[in-house]
C-alpha cells in the first residue's frame, strides 16, 4: 500500500465526522492492516521543540557520526537539561508548590523497541539519561519518586540542588503573591501567575538508516502539586516511536495531551498517511474536542498552549500547535527554527 493510497484512505474515512469522531471508524476497518511508510530516509533527521535548536544540531551532528539515534537525540536534550538559563528542564527547572524540583522524562528506542521514563525525579540533573538507564537496564519502563532517584544514585548520578538563584527568586515570589490571606508578605510582581509557566523539550531523530528515537524531559507544571506528572514521561503522550512509522512528542499543557494519548494517536495518524504537520494538526483537533469547557474560551479556543512536533520514516518532519508558535528542526544540512502549523490565531 502507497503512502498516497493509506492518504486517500485515511480523509476518506474522515471526511464528514468531527475531529472526534475520526479515528473509530476508520481503526475498526484497518486494524488489521494498517497502512506503513516503508520507504527509508537518505539522510538524518531531528525535530524539536522551540528551545531545542542546539539539540537538533547536536543529534545531527552525532548522527553524522554514526551514533546511535536514542543516544544522539539524548545528547541533544541534554544541553537543555543542563543548561541553567532554561527554566523548562533539568537543572534551573521552575519547581513545584514546596519549591522542590520534580524532573520527568521519558525515551523510547525504534530498532529495539524498548522505552523508559522517570517521573517526579528530584535531585539529577538529567532525567532523560535516567529514563535511558531504565531502558537499557530494566525490564520495567517507568519509575517514579524516591525509587527513580535511588535507581539513578545506584549508577553513580550525582545528588545536586537544581534550584538555580534564578529560579529559586521566581518561586519565592510565587508564593509571596499566592494569595491575600495567607501569612507571606506580597512583593512586586513582575511576571505573570496566569498562565503558568510551563516548558519542555521534546526531540525526535530518524537515521539514514530509517532508524527512529525520540525523547522529552522537564521540569513539568511550574508551582505543581508535589508528585503531579505531566506528559512527558507517559509513553503514548509525552513522545512515542514506532520504527516502522515514526516519532512524535509534544510540549505544553500536559494534562490535556494525556487523555488523546497525543504523541502515540500522531504517530498512528502518520501511520495511516497524514504528513508530520497534518497529523500533529489532527491530533491537536482531537485535543480541543475532548476539552473540558472551563479549557476553552467563548469561541471553543483553548486556553491553553499544546504544540506535536513529528518526523516519519521517510525523514519529513512538521509540528502543529494549538496556536502559532516556533520549532527546531535539522533537516539533514543544518539546524533550523520553523513556523508550526496551527488551529488558530492569536486574538490581535
Ligand atoms: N508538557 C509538560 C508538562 O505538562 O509537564
Known amino acids: 500500500m502507497t503512502p498516497e493510497y493509506s492518504r486517500r484512505e485515511f480523509l476518506g474515512t474522515a471526511s464528514g465526522l468531527t475531529a472526534g469522531a475520526v479515528i473509530a471508524p476508520g481503526l475498526a476497518a484497518q486494524a488489521a492492516a494498517p497502512a506503513v511508510h516503508v520507504r527509508k530516509s ?7 521543540s522551540g528551545n531545542g535548536l542546539r ?11 554514526g551514533v546511535d539515534t536514542l543516544d544522539a537525540a539524548i545528547e541533544g536534550v541534554k544541553i537543555q537539561e543542563l543548561d541553567p538559563n532554561d527554566p523548562s528542564v533539568g537543572y534551573g527547572g521552575l519547581p513545584n508548590e514546596n519549591g522542590v524540583v520534580q524532573l520527568d522524562a521519558s525515551c523510547m528506542h525504534g530498532p529495539t523497541k524498548r522505552a523508559g521514563a522517570v517521573g517526579a525525579l528530584e535531585g539529577i540533573k538529567t532525567p532523560s539519561v535516567v529514563a535511558k538507564y531504565v531502558l537499557l537496564y530494566t525490564d520495567h519502563i517507568f519509575l517514579v519518586g524516591e525509587g527513580a532517584k535511588k535507581f539513578a544514585l545506584s549508577y553513580g548520578f550525582k545528588e545536586e540542588d537544581l534550584l538555580t538563584d534564578s529560579s529559586r527568586q521566581r518561586w519565592l515570589r510565587w508564593r509571596a503573591n499566592r494569595s491575600e490571606s495567607d501569612d507571606w508578605i506580597n512583593v512586586d510582581e513582575d511576571e505573570q501567575m496566569v498562565p503558568r509557566p510551563t516548558g519542555t523539550i521534546n526531540c525526535n531523530v530518524v537515521n539514514a538508516n530509517g532508524d527512529i528515537s525520540s525523547v522529552t524531559t522537564t521540569s513539568g507544571l511550574s508551582w505543581k502539586i508535589p508528585g503531579r506528572v505531566g506528559d512527558s514521561p507517559i509513553i503514548g503522550a509525552g513522545q512515542y516511536t514506532d520504527n516502522d512509522v515514526g516519532a512524535a512528542g509534544s510540549t505544553g499543557r500536559g494534562e490535556s495531551n494525556i487523555k488523546v494519548c497525543g504523541a502515540f494517536l500522531t504517530v498512528e495518524f502518520m501511520r495511516r498517511g497524514l504528513k508530520p504537520a497534518d497529523a500533529a494538526v489532527e491530533t491537536l483537533r ?7 469547557p472551563r479549557l476553552l474560551d467563548e469561541h471553543g479556543r483553548p486556553r491553553f498552549s499544546l504544540n506535536f512536533y513529528a518526523v516519519n520514516k521517510n525523514g519529513e518532519f512538521g509540528a502543529g500547535s494549538v496556536y502559532p508558535s516556533r520549532y527546531a528542526a535539522f533537516d539533514g544540512s543544518e539546524a533550523l527554527r520553523l513556523d508550526t502549523a496551527y488551529l488558530y490565531e492569536r486574538d490581535a
Do not use: C, H, P, Y
Open 286 to 292: 482531537r485535543v480541543v474536542a475532548t476539552s473540558e
Open 55 to 65: 539539540a537538533v544540531a547536536k543529534a545531527g551532528e552525532l548522527m553524522a557520526q
Open 42 to 48: 537518505s539522510t538524518n533527521v531531528a525535530v524539536a
